[in-house]
């Protein structure tokens, strides 16, 4: 039967850096025009699951004339939660926006950060997705029971890697799937890399014996055979991936999803949110969006708001439940 932990996380899954507030009305999409000057921050490097979901967005609400000159740029480090301080700095400024999601949560705890989320505004919950255990396509583990058997027998020995710190879902996964197969969470050698465009290389460079993170890092490197997928994590098989296993199928009782929104900084306008969250409604009612939705593989889970802010809560909630129950500290 699921643990009481698990079932916790499953059931909730149910600019130049200088800018400063711009007056209210220079925001919006005015008399049915596209919005204009928004600006979306990526609280980690270029490639990763952040990357991607943002300039997938941007481009969207380009393509179906939503929003023109929208600019996507990067601010990495501290799992997301240096992105996360300038967002809550830029207090009334809504012209900007963060992209963020579990990885974040969990960085503002284990990072001890000033800044949470909490402070923000909510403006969406985009997507979530399954994760996935891969390997590079040399290495001598076929499925995820070769993978468990090596891994069960030198659990210091076999690096996992994952592309965010400490509480976010990257580590939070390989966690519980060692608690699930009978690992102590504090024997696994897990190496954080600052989102998935670091943590690819060293997959590819077998710096690590498997990766653990969001199956969509790694379809381009799927389909060429540079990686393979030995399980995902999931209920069901995901389309993208039909041939992969589950690691329920697999014998492992263990289900796990990530998921990705967006975020104000406080203070902002009624005005200003009105145009975040109106241009991203028109975005995920696109048919653009439901295209790249089945592109990589990702699950609608669109939710705005005063429903993304509650949502926010119970995730914070949980996470700290999560880490002080795997005994990693919150």
């Known amino acids: 039967m699921r643990s009481k932990l698990l ?3 499953a059931l909730l899954s149910l600019t130049a850096c200088g800018a400063t507030a711009e007056k209210n009305g220079d925001t919006g999409a005015k008399d049915g025009k596209p919005a204009t000057g928004l600006r979306l921050m990526v609280p980690n490097t270029a490639g990763g699951g952040y990357d991607t979901t943002a300039r997938v967005a941007a481009k969207v609400m380009e393509d179906a004339k939503i929003a023109t000159g929208v600019q996507v740029f990067n601010l990495p480090g501290a799992g997301g939660t240096v992105g996360l301080q300038r967002t809550v700095n830029e207090k009334g400024n809504g012209k900007l926006a963060m992209q963020m999601g579990l990885g974040v949560v969990g960085a503002t705890y284990t990072s001890k950060s000033k800044a949470t989320l909490t402070q923000t505004t909510p403006l969406a919950k985009l997507i979530e997705e399954a994760g996935a255990i891969v390997v590079p396509k040399n290495s001598p583990y076929r499925t995820i029971q070769d993978l468990v058997t090596a891994w069960k027998a030198n659990p210091k020995g076999l690096a996992v890697g994952g592309g965010s710190s400490a509480g976010g879902p990257d580590h939070l996964l390989p966690m519980q799937l060692a608690q699930a197969v009978g690992i102590n969470p504090k024997d696994v050698n897990f190496v954080s890399y600052d989102g998935g465009g670091e943590l690819l290389p060293a997959l590819l460079g077998s710096k690590i014996a498997f990766g653990a993170s969001g199956f969509g890092e790694f379809l381009d490197q799927v389909q060429s055979g540079q990686v393979r997928v030995l399980a995902v994590t999931s209920e069901q098989p995901v389309e993208a991936l ?6 329920k199928s697999s014998g492992i009782d263990l289900v796990f999803t990530n998921w990705r929104g967006i975020v104000a900084p406080p203070g902002i306008s009624d005005a200003d949110k009105k145009v975040w969250i109106d241009a991203l409604t028109k975005m995920h009612d696109s048919a653009e ?3 790249e939705l089945t592109k990589h593989g990702w699950t609608d889970a669109f939710v705005t708001g005063d429903a993304f802010g509650k949502f926010l809560t ?7 439940d999560v880490l002080t129950k795997l005994g990693l500290g919150a």
């Not at 119970?314 to 700290?320: L, W």
């Open 7 to 9: 079932a916790v996380l």
């Open 242 to 247: 039909k041939e992969v296993p589950t690691l």
């Open 289 to 291: 969006w439901k295209t």
């Open 314 to 320: 119970d995730q914070d909630r949980a996470v700290a």
